[in-house]
């Protein structure tokens, strides 16, 4: 029998109290149009999707 184990992907980051309200405003906004969205997976997606865009202009140069 085989045991499968799903992890869940964490991220650490440091906020400024400015940034965490800005992401926060923004998560409650999204949250609006997916309500089984949880604040904390929405905030996740935003900073992961502006890492990906960083660091395809980070490529880029």
Do not use: C, G, P
């Not at 991220?11 to 999204?30: G, H, P, R, V």
């Not at 949880?38 to 999707?49: A, G, P, Q, T």
């Amino acid at each position: 029998m085989s045991i499968k184990r799903n992890y869940a992907k964490k991220t650490m980051i440091e906020l400024s109290d400015e940034q965490y309200f800005f992401l926060k405003e923004k998560a409650l906004e999204l949250q609006k149009q997916n309500k089984n969205a949880s604040i904390v997976s929405i905030i996740r997606d935003l900073i992961e999707k502006d890492r990906e865009k960083w660091m395809s202009k980070r490529k880029k140069k």
